[in-house]
């Protein structure tokens, strides 16, 4: 018998399995129409279940950012290709990125160094696999990555140099980083005149979701946040309040002033991730109301805009700033639809950052 979404105890963090499907099929049609493949992240929601419906969507693939995460999906068996997207660094970690290579048909990986590619071909050696590499490149975000098509190009001779790797292409985030088609158009020239073929060009980010078109070069596009999108993303202009999948329900517990109220909702369940956005989340019944500050335990929303107010014991729905750092801090989701739990999604891959 399912149960009612307002017997479920709080805090705890939901999901409407409408919108999540709704933004799978939408975002699966949007990215191939613009002539890409789609291989969505799973760090936005660790659960093999959601991985399963993306790859049934369309997806060629999934991406994660850990060894630990590819591990919980390769266990799964959710897809035979999986990208990861973090240097892997360390004889411990080289291992087990060989251990896993053997299992799936295809496990590819990023760099940006001699070392990691230098790391992953020792690791390799006398197994008979070449692990397939892409070349990290950073055009203008500022994180990992080579900083000019040279020596992406560099890098790339070499892993088709070593025993046990393989150029497989290039890979950068967010696609509107500022120097993203610059660098692209760079190393294509480059490495055509070199004759070494680029046989992926991976980009991502949802945010970039709206302009796919402007990115042409790109063949696969990785992106995560959009499977239940977020108050940065609304602000982004890529997704609606409606698209939102992921509530967080908290109880108002205390009403100390007539303009502010205490839920029980706090850092450890909101985290206090903002970006570019203000306050701490969107309040679904509230929208005036603003979710102002956070302890551990604690929210504390500002009702000085909001004519009407909750009282001790409501129950509220919250759109997380980022949904990403949410997933990660909860052991389970629950899967509502027409206002009744469906289902309970363990967090599977939750903690998993080596």
Known sequence: MKSSLADLDTPCVTILLDR??????????????????LRPHVKTHKIPAIGAMQIAAGAIGLTCQKLGEAEVFIDAGVTDDILITFNIVGQ??????????????RLSVVADNDIVLR???????????RVPVLIECDTGFGRNGVQTPEAALDLALLADKLPGTQFAGLASYPNNAPRTREFY????????????????????????????????????????????????MVQSGVA???????????????????????????SKMLTREQFFVKNFGHIVEYPDAALVNMSEEHGMIDLTASAR??????????????????????????????????????????????
């Open 92 to 105: 411990a970690k080289t291992g087990r990125l060989m251990d896993l290579s053997e299992r799936i048909r």
């Open 119 to 129: 790391g992953i071909s020792d690791a390799a050696k006398g197994g008979g696999r």
């Open 309 to 354: 107010k909750p009282r001790v014991g409501e129950t509220i729905s919250i759109v997380p700033n980022h949904c990403c750092v949410v997933s990660n801090m909860v052991d389970e989701v629950y899967g509502i639809r027409d206002g009744a739990v469906e289902l309970v999604w363990p967090v599977a891959a939750r903690g998993l950052m080596r």
């Open 240 to 266: 609606s309040w409606d698209d939102c999948a992921m509530h967080v329900r908290a109880t108002v517990v205390s009403r100390p002033t007539e303009d502010r109220a205490i839920i029980d909702a706090g």
């Open 20 to 37: 999540l499907a709704g933004n799978i099929a939408r975002v699966q049609g949007l990215v191939a129409r613009s002539g890409k493949a």
């Open 185 to 232: 158009a760079g190393a294509i020239k480059l490495f055509g005149k070199a004759g070494l073929p680029i046989p992926v060009l991976s980009g991502g980010g949802s945010p970039a979701l709206n302009s796919l078109a402007d990115y042409p070069m790109m063949t696969e596009h990785r992106v995560g946040t959009y499977v239940y999108n977020d108050v940065m």
